[in-house]
């Protein structure tokens, strides 16, 4: 199961990042030391790059990044282990 740093995200003008399942791989972890602020399901929006995520769940983390996913798509948060930089 692929895992994502928190801190390697790079989000566009409003702190957004757009999380795409093309490979329906079902499952991604998100190391963060950052707590999450909220979490939930869009109703309408687009993001500045122009993507739809209407309807798409997300989660915001204090000061950093709010992730947008598609529904099928698990993101599961934990804190990093050690200091795996890579």
């Known amino acids: 199961m692929p895992v994502i740093r928190i ?3 790079v989000p566009d003008d ?3 990042v757009v999380l795409f ?3 329906h791989i079902g499952t991604v972890v998100v190391e963060s030391d950052r707590p999450v602020l909220e979490r939930g399901r869009v109703r309408r929006h ?3 790059g ?3 995520v209407s ?3 997300f989660v915001r983390f ?3 990044p709010t992730l947008y996913y598609p529904p099928h798509l698990t993101l599961t948060v934990v804190e990093p282990e050690g200091d ?3």
């Open 46 to 48: 687009r993001t500045d």
């Open 55 to 57: 309807g798409w769940n």
């Open 84 to 86: 795996r930089r890579a």
């Open 14 to 16: 409003r702190g957004e």
């Open 62 to 64: 204090a000061d950093g």
């Open 50 to 52: 122009g993507d739809d």
């Open 21 to 23: 399942d093309d490979s």
């Open 7 to 9: 801190d390697r995200l």
